[in-house]
């Protein structure tokens, strides 16, 4: 690899097999964590069972899909997008550099539930024609999810998506007791299965529930009782097709200044709707009195692109405006934490180990993502960059540099105290710490067929008609 200039606490614990526990060690280990089998527990957070007396708190995991960090009050955006999602972070712990390791739903959500890398759990590609169909990756079933772990532990479990990608059919479903997958449908509606869900569940028992919302997404219709023009004009002519499959071609001819703010502005209004929705929903919550006993996250797969990089939308290169997302954490008060702004770099995979090591639950022993409860205590971790990977291109972040490799080997280094949106790259010589990342990028390149899943991670399903328009609405087939 060359570098150019230009433009453009893991734990292994448990019971899993030492040769597992080294393999990962050793990724983390050469990525500059240091000894990855050998950090001490934190105390200080309560411990729990399957007893009445002490059971484990409530999960509740809420991903905005196509949600840009940016565009949020509470990181720093002016017009007011989000006041309920501020009003929840100012009572959670927030991560200012949360990232996505992929730039696209289903390899996001698979490396979320499973706290492995895209290269790992297999499903990094939209999937294949042949003279059978079109077929799709399907989630390896010899996995261990988030919602497995929590329904062994005694959750009950329910999932509620809108989303193609996220379904039975292509593996999605596996620990959940309930699966609930319907498109087309909105923010509002799908809480309302889910407080069904909650209202008829045995109160006895803790519940796991994961809600995906798919409002802040193309073609950008959504608007909150009908109040047009809140972040700007959105009337504008020609207007791009609703089907994402003609934008590029109608970018190329209309697309200028005007048509971009119009866009954006859609956009932000669609934040506006997902955000109301999310504060009936915690209202709802709160008048149960459901928040004094659940662990609530929020976080996004991916962010949205608006000509950064010459791209629209998403699924492109893993530049900061489509990997960036918000990570907000709640936590019940019997945690007795104080909210705070965590500023280290941490990823999706984190959030599977943050949450079982929340309710005394151990990680599968093949998690490459830690636990992030010592940031939580107050505590530090040693840093460790962020992969993450888009279309012919991967990458590492750290907090200060990231480093974006393309399919020929070639490296980009932006420093993003100075470029936080990676606009340009740094001319030669590059830091030292570019050239660290970029080793970490090739050590972790070597190892991902080491601790890439089995022959079962390309295991494919049939789509149907309707699922492949699907997927050509939202840009991912032409």
């Known amino acids: ?72 009050g509470v990181y720093g955006y002016p017009l007011p997008t989000s006041p309920e999602i501020d009003a929840f972070a100012a009572e959670s712990f927030r991560f200012t550099h949360a990232y996505s390791h992929s730039t696209w739903t289903k390899p996001s959500v698979a490396s979320l539930f499973t706290s492995l890398y895209p290269e790992q759990h297999g499903l990094g590609r939209v999937g294949i024609e042949d003279q059978a169909g079109f077929r799709t990756d399907v989630l390896p079933k010899r996995l261990a999810t988030l ?31 309930r699966f609930f997958s319907r498109r087309l449908v909105d923010a509002f509606d799908l809480n309302s299965m889910l407080e069904e869900w909650l209202a008829e569940r045995d109160q006895h028992v803790p519940f ?6 798919m409002d802040v997404h193309w073609p950008y219709d959504r608007v909150l009782n009908g109040d047009t023009g809140r972040f700007g004009e959105t009337d504008y002519e020609p207007r791009p097709p609703e089907h994402w499959t003609g934008v590029p071609a109608w970018a190329s001819l209309h697309l200028n200044e005007r048509s971009l703010a119009a866009i954006v502005a859609g956009y932000d209004q669609e934040i506006a709707f ?8 915690m209202r709802w919550v709160e008048e149960r009195q459901l928040t004094r006993e659940t662990i609530i996250v929020l976080v996004a797969d991916h962010g949205e692109g608006f000509n950064e990089h010459g791209e629209l939308q998403h699924g492109f290169a893993p530049y900061e405006e489509v990997t960036a997302v918000p990570l907000l954490i709640r936590l019940p008060k019997v945690f007795a934490a104080e909210p705070r702004v965590v500023d280290d770099p941490v990823g999706l995979v984190d959030v599977m ?38 279309v012919g291109v ?57 601790l890439r899943p089995g022959d079962d991670a390309t295991a494919t399903v049939a789509l149907d008609d309707e699922e492949i328009e699907a997927l050509r609405a939202l840009g991912y087939l032409h």
């Not at 796991?208 to 919302?213: G, K, P």
């Not at 309710?359 to 992969?387: C, H, I, K, M, N």
């Open 1 to 72: 690899m060359a570098l150019i200039g230009g433009r453009q606490g893991h734990k292994c614990r448990g019971t899993g097999s030492l040769a597992v526990c080294r393999a990962i060690s050793t990724v983390i280990i050469l990525a500059g964590l240091g000894s990855a089998c050998s950090a001490p527990e934190p105390a200080g957070f309560p411990r729990f069972s399957q007893s009445e007396s002490s059971r484990r708190p409530n999960v509740l995991v809420i991903l905005v899909d196509a949600l840009r960090r940016d565009h949020l």
């Open 394 to 450: 991967r990458g590492m972040r750290s907090g200060a540099y990231s480093v974006l490799v393309d399919s020929r080997g070639e490296i980009r280094c932006f420093d993003k105290s100075a470029d936080p949106g990676e606009l340009v790259a740094l001319a030669g010589p590059v830091p030292e710490e570019c050239r660290r990342l970029a080793e970490m990028l090739s050590v972790l390149e070597r190892q991902f067929d080491e």
């Open 147 to 177: 919602a497995e772990r929590l329904k062994k532990a005694g959750y009950e479990t329910a999932a509620f998506t809108t989303n193609v990608h996220i379904q039975r059919k292509t593996g999605f479903a596996q620990g959940f007791k």
């Open 208 to 213: 796991f529930a994961y809600l995906h919302y």
């Open 353 to 390: 180990p943050t949450i079982l090591d929340l309710v005394d639950l151990e990680s599968p022993p093949e998690a490459v993502g830690r636990s992030l409860v010592p940031l939580l205590q107050g505590q530090p971790l040693r840093e460790r960059p962020v992969y993450v990977e888009g």
């Open 274 to 281: 997902t955000d109301a929705a999310f504060g009936d929903l």
